[in-house]
Nanobody, 126 residues
């Protein structure tokens, strides 16, 4: 069992930055691919970014490429999402997710992830 706890959300003006953190419990963090997703009311959960267990490979949604960066710290069992140049359309609840590091590595499909955090709200004002 893996428990994920997100933090770092909040209210920020357009053009600003936020850094989300996701702390993972358990001993399987090193063997887990990690992902960030987001969701707004009445819409499906949307892929944002993923990072494989080794940290070597990352993947981003086109809408955040060049603005967001995902990374992980094995010593702290934590994955981060650095969000720069935020836009009002980035407003959503952001979720951290984990899955065993098996094919398809770093998948962008929410259904491939086993464990989910409770989410953290990010609001970007115009």
């Amino acid at each position: 069992q893996v428990q994920l706890v997100e933090s770092g959300g909040g209210l920020v003006q357009a053009g600003g930055s936020l850094r989300l953190s996701c702390a993972a419990s358990g001993r399987t963090f090193s063997y887990s691919d990690m992902g960030w997703f987001r969701q707004v009311p009445e819409k499906e959960r949307e892929f944002v970014a993923s990072i494989v267990s080794s940290g070597v490979t990352t993947r981003y949604a086109d809408s955040v490429k060049g603005r967001f960066t995902i990374d992980r710290d094995g010593a702290k069992n934590t994955v981060y999402l650095q969000m720069n140049s935020l836009k009002p359309e980035d407003t959503a609840v952001y979720y951290c997710a984990a899955r065993p590091s098996v094919p398809p590595y770093g998948t962008s499909s929410a259904r491939d992830y086993t464990y989910w955090g409770q989410g953290t709200q990010v609001t970007v004002s115009s």
